[in-house]
């Protein structure tokens, strides 16, 4: 299997490795509408590659906090990574 990571973008933003098209996220799958190739999803950190929880509330919606690291991160700090299956 391989790892498609990008970075410093919004998660509706990432583009197939294949067509390099935008795609649709459901759960912990992101699906390419015009290749139809399917990708395991996960978000980990920049820092220690751990995964990192999604923030939620009011002005939170794009924000995520590293346990490992103890640390808040942006959108744009955390790896997006894609896994073929």
Same mark, same amino acid.
């Given at each position: 299997m391989t790892d498609h990571v990008q970075k *410093?973008?919004? &998660?509706s933003e990432l583009l197939c &490795? !294949? #067509?390099q098209q935008k795609g649709v996220i459901s759960g912990n799958s992101?699906?390419?509408k015009r290749c139809d190739q399917q990708y395991g999803f996960a978000i980990y950190c920049d820092? #220690? !590659?751990e995964p990192v929880q999604r923030l939620t509330g #009011? *002005?939170?919606s794009e924000h995520f906090y590293c346990r %490992? #690291? +103890?640390t808040p991160k %942006?959108? +744009?700090a955390v790896l997006y990574t894609m896994t073929e299956t």
């Amino acid at each position: 299997m391989t790892d498609h990571v990008q970075k *410093g973008m919004l &998660p509706s933003e990432l583009l197939c &490795p !294949n #067509c390099q098209q935008k795609g649709v996220i459901s759960g912990n799958s992101w699906h390419c509408k015009r290749c139809d190739q399917q990708y395991g999803f996960a978000i980990y950190c920049d820092t #220690c !590659n751990e995964p990192v929880q999604r923030l939620t509330g #009011c *002005g939170s919606s794009e924000h995520f906090y590293c346990r %490992s #690291c +103890k640390t808040p991160k %942006s959108r +744009k700090a955390v790896l997006y990574t894609m896994t073929e299956t």
